[in-house]
């Protein structure tokens, strides 16, 4: 139990697009879901805490307006990054977790995004 | 916000040997969580602590919280290739989000 898909694995887009990430729990259902953002060879940080039914919660520094998060229903979560950049390039990581009441969070397997 | 201090950054040992890596915070922490990182993917969970002083076995892994709640550390006895990768602490959870350690990136020698 406790998988957790990220679509696309990867993906390429020109400077001023938008993309979107989903991240699906499979086998359970997830009111909370995270969203992580890897730079290659640095560890992973938070941006953002992705709440079924209601606003999402973003960390300090991460642009609410640039990083959509949409979590639409209890085993989806989507991730829009505007108007995307090349400093947006990156390694973005979704998890879940909270299952019975424990603090283990199950990570997707990641969307390699660069941006030219 | 809460900082995890990982070390060492790097190891570079030979197959069968055995390895330590630990994670130290100020803070102190109800939780300590390992993971387990391949290339281009995300992290595997592998040992979860929840209890100061606690120590929990998976396979050849074991993994200790310490007794202050402010320490862990991850032992893998007799390395194998599949070893290789890049090992996280990581504290928090529940309705928060995980900080991270830094990572320790272990590389076998055959």
């Known amino acids: 139990g406790a998988v957790v898909s990220q679509h696309p694995s990867w993906v390429i887009c020109k400077s001023g697009t938008s993309v979107k990430i989903e991240c699906r729990s499979l086998d359970f259902q997830a009111t909370t879901m995270f969203w992580y953002r890897q730079f290659p060879k640095q560890s992973l940080m938070l941006m953002a805490t992705s709440n079924e039914g209601s606003k999402a919660t973003y960390e300090q520094g991460v642009e609410k307006d640039k990083f959509l998060i949409n979590h639409a229903s209890l085993t989806l979560s989507t991730l829009t990054v505007t108007s995307a950049h090349p400093e947006d390039s990156s390694f973005y990581i979704c998890?879940?977790?909270?299952?019975?009441?424990?603090?283990?969070?199950?990570f997707g397997p990641g969307t390699r995004l660069t941006v030219l | 916000g809460q900082q995890l201090n990982q070390s060492p950054q790097s190891m570079f040992i030979q197959e069968g040997e055995d390895v330590s890596m630990n994670c130290t915070s100020s803070?102190?922490?109800?939780?300590w969580l390992w993971y387990k990182q391949d290339p281009g993917e995300g992290p595997v969970l592998l040992i979860a602590l929840y209890k100061a002083g606690e120590l929990t076995s998976n396979g050849r892994l074991t993994a200790q919280f310490g007794i202050t709640r402010k320490d862990s550390f991850l032992n893998i006895s007799a390395s194998i290739p599949s070893d290789v990768g890049i090992y996280f602490c990581a504290s928090g959870g529940g309705a928060d989000g995980l900080t991270f350690g830094k990572g320790t990136h272990l590389i076998i020698q055959p």
């Open positions: 998890s879940a977790g909270g299952l019975a009441g424990a603090d283990e969070q199950f």
């Open positions: 803070s102190i922490f109800n939780t």
